[in-house]
């Protein structure tokens, strides 16, 4: 293990990629092949045995809800937790049809010699890596198999580790220059319950002779396999610096910063079932919460966490926070800028606090025999004086009451405590007053709220010159597009998370009295000047109406806000790009959590780097900090990371630059997009589709997108035009890059977002200039 200074930022050249063994005869790989299998076809024996005991288990309710929050749970190596697991996986499989995702069950081996163990534990080096071979006995030697959960035989003894079990770590933290006890690491790739092939990596400078040395190593032979529609787990590969990442501390806020395609997400992740494993107690009933950019990244990482066994991880894109929102629209980058920042707390909270627009501006009523009259301004006074205290939908009792002194105190009538008590308990259920109350204190849609500001004359006025001039009529007409075209945007939904903060959740009206209600105030309203009384949607009865809204305005309002869910941890995927009111929405469901926060400040896409960094403080709180840097790109080829490089540097000179593994010996083409873009960009996808296996992308700015369509779809399904910010955290075996300069342009974050298009290949690319 590695000292705590280590810890902070670990860099991990070379020897953690190759340990290059002597490859082995095809008759030597037949016979070690023939070996794990016989293993492997025990674990899945014993797997159906626990999986029927599970299945019984569950069937009396005893140890678990469905797939849900666990309500008890035994201990970490408990014969309990083991079945658990065995239930887990094969629902999990079952659900996603996982299997062609992941390789095998059981996909590692470790041969451990003892007694180089001892020897190195005396040498006060629980792993030096002198290089010495000692003279060992078959009882100094031990096997262990590591897989994605622990399986233990009848005697209770283990057939399998959990890779997140300590006894596993070896697996991931031996080099030749700390083997911990291990003499070889093999991974084994499987095919279903079939092992196909084994890749060993030796960790002492000679085998013993006993142990046959097979492969070219398992870490290359994945980073050069092909890319398909989801990203897959690297549990067979992890390396020893992002293990540290992944095994850290569950407490405080752990930080994974690096370069593009270092394995920042796919750590993330695998961070994430480690806590669950770790403490299950606390992550499965506490929950984690995983934010990444959009839908696309979210389908893209969808099977990674399943393909581990785990299945209770909430995974949602930054338009999808909310139960009830679902969007990927971008506002224009000028408009996002101003949504996202915190400057626009000042126009929400005033909105917030603001006259209902059209409710009634005077009161008017015969109290107890007494003529009440209250102006616009009491009613403000009033209005004020209520929401300094509390939230608005839970405060209609108290706004009443303080109206009803309010009204008193117009009357001018002093020191006669029984008139006053006379007055207020008739107040309290006049139907006047109700009916008025219905139409000036109405319980609102943090929505319906956002909508108002659809007028640029309120959003001045709600403003008070914290906004610019130049951001007030563009702000008031993203929100006018919003209501002519049923959509939200992005942006858009940490706004109404923050209103819906203040004014709380929209309470359900009791069904008899709405209905009472509303016949009142079609008689009464009009005597205090109402013209029109529209009842504030209630959500509830959108949300119980089986027929899906159609209306622009219905779809923008259908559902119901719920309360903010919080979570014992929350995972924050390409956080570089989350504007500091996003901090402030996520925030919101992290207030008692642990976090990891995973990010690289080169691709960010948000412009104020110190406004974001303040508000993401504000959500960690003061809470301890532990730091991972990822320096070593393992996805893109190292030719077309070079050019991707060098274009970032020309203007973000201090970017994080990773060292790229793997070469192919393939430069990426540079090309004119010519007249015909179409034309050319067919061209291009043509030569791909003949060169690589997997899904290709043709990454192209709005000004293309259009006129590209039709290229989309083709290759059997495996070509997708896709615009530069949705490709964030995603990855092709080739992409096409067109009109990097135009990309430039219309992103928000600049050249930052070109860099994140030039990096998502990992074989081949090409740029059309
Ligand atoms: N140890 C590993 N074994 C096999 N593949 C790995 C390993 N580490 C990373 N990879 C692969 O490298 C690719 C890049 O990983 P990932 O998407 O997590 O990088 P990232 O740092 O989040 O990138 P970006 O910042 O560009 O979104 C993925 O295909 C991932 O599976």
Do not use: C
Request: charged content about 25%.
């Amino acid at each position: 293990m590695s000292n705590a200074s280590s810890q902070r930022t670990t860099t991990p050249g070379p020897r953690d990629i190759t340990p290059v063994p002597a490859p082995g005869g095809p008759e030597e790989l037949a016979r070690e092949i023939a070996v794990e299998q016989a293993h492997v076809d025990r674990v899945h024996e014993e797997l159906a045995k626990a999986g029927l005991r599970a299945d019984t288990v569950q069937a009396e309710g005893l140890a678990r809800t469905e797939f849900g929050r666990l309500v008890e749970i035994g201990d970490a190596e408990g014969a309990g937790l083991f079945e658990r697991d065995a239930l887990m996986f094969h629902a999990a499989k079952r659900r996603t049809a996982l299997d062609t995702q992941y390789e095998g069950l059981v996909f590692g081996r470790l041969d451990i010699d003892h007694a180089m163990l001892r020897a190195d534990v005396a040498a006060g080096t629980a792993a030096s890596g002198n290089g010495h071979r000692p003279t060992t006995t078959s009882d100094d030697r031990e096997v262990r198999y590591i897989g994605r959960l622990g399986v233990r035989d009848d005697d209770y003894e283990p057939l399998v580790i959990d890779w997140r079990a300590p006894a596993a770590s070896a697996f991931y933290r031996a080099t030749p220059t700390q083997p911990m006890g291990v003499l070889r690491r093999r991974v084994l790739r499987s095919r279903g319950t079939t092992v196909i092939g084994v890749e060993d990596d030796l960790m002492v400078p000679e085998a013993p002779d006993d142990l046959v040395v097979v492969g070219d190593g398992a870490l290359m032979a994945a980073l050069t396999r092909s890319r398909g529609e989801r990203m897959r787990d690297i549990v067979a590969t992890i390396q020893a610096h992002q293990d540290e990442a992944i095994r850290a501390s569950a407490r405080g806020v752990t930080e994974i910063t690096g370069g593009p395609g270092t394995g920042k997400t796919v750590v993330a992740l695998h961070r994430a079932a480690y806590l669950l494993y770790s403490d299950r107690r606390r992550f499965e009933s506490g929950g984690i919460l995983v934010i990444g950019p959009s839908g696309a990244y979210t389908a893209y990482i969808e099977r990674v966490l399943p393909s581990l066994g785990e299945e209770s991880v909430v995974l949602r894109a930054l338009g999808d926070v909310l139960d009830v929102v679902h969007t990927e629209r971008h506002d224009s980058p000028a408009v996002a800028r101003t949504k996202g920042s915190t400057r626009i707390r000042t126009l929400l909270g005033a909105a917030a606090r603001g006259r209902v627009p059209d409710a009634p501006t005077e009161f008017r009523a015969m109290v107890a025999g007494r003529p009440v009259r209250l102006e616009a301004r009491d009613l403000d006074r009033v209005r004020s004086q209520v929401l300094r205290q509390h939230q608005r939908n839970t405060a209609t009792g108290a706004a009443q009451a303080a109206l009803g002194e309010a009204a008193w105190a117009t009357l001018g009538v002093s020191g006669d405590r029984e008139a006053k008590a006379e007055f207020l308990d008739r107040w309290e259920d006049h139907l006047d007053v109700e009916a008025f109350m219905q139409a000036w204190w109405p319980q609102v849609d943090p929505r319906e709220v956002l909508l108002w500001l659809a007028d640029p004359a309120l959003v001045r006025r709600h403003a008070r010159g914290t906004l610019r001039d130049e951001e007030v009529g563009p702000l008031a007409a993203s929100f006018a597009h919003a209501l002519a075209t049923g959509s939200w945007s992005v942006a858009d939904v940490a706004l109404i998370d923050d209103l819906s903060a203040r004014v709380g959740p929209v309470q359900e009206a009791e069904q008899e009295e709405r209905g009472f209600y509303e016949i009142e105030e079609l008689e009464d309203l009009s005597s205090y000047g109402v013209t029109e009384v529209q009842p504030v949607r209630s959500a509830a009865r959108d949300s119980s109406s089986a027929v899906a809204p159609t209306e622009p305005r219905e779809r923008l309002l259908a559902g119901r806000i719920d309360r903010t869910d919080e979570y014992a941890h929350v995972l924050v995927d390409e956080a570089q790009d989350l504007s500091p009111m996003q901090w402030r929405m996520i925030g919101r469901r992290g207030r008692h959590a642990s976090w990891t926060v995973v990010g690289d400040a080169a691709q960010a896409s948000w412009p104020d780097a110190a406004e974001a960094a303040a508000a993401r403080e504000e959500a960690f709180g003061s809470q301890a900090r532990q730091r991972f840097h990822m320096d070593t790109n393992y996805r893109n080829a190292r030719e077309i990371f070079d050019h991707a490089a060098e274009v970032v540097r020309r203007e973000v000179p201090d970017a994080d630059i990773p060292q790229a593994v793997r070469e192919t010996g393939v430069q990426p083409v540079l090309a004119p997009l010519g007249d015909d873009p179409l034309a050319t960009v067919r061209e291009a996808v043509g030569a791909l589709l003949g060169q690589v296996e997997g899904a290709i992308a043709v990454i192209a700015p709005a000004a293309h997108a259009e006129r590209l369509g039709p290229v989309s779809g083709s290759g059997e399904g495996r070509v997708q035009v896709i615009d530069p910010m949705s490709t964030k955290g995603l990855e092709y075996d080739a992409t096409v890059v067109v009109d990097p300069d135009e990309i430039t342009r219309e992103s928000p974050g600049g050249i930052r977002v070109l860099y994140v298009a030039l990096t998502r290949a990992a074989h081949r690319m090409t740029v059309l200039s």
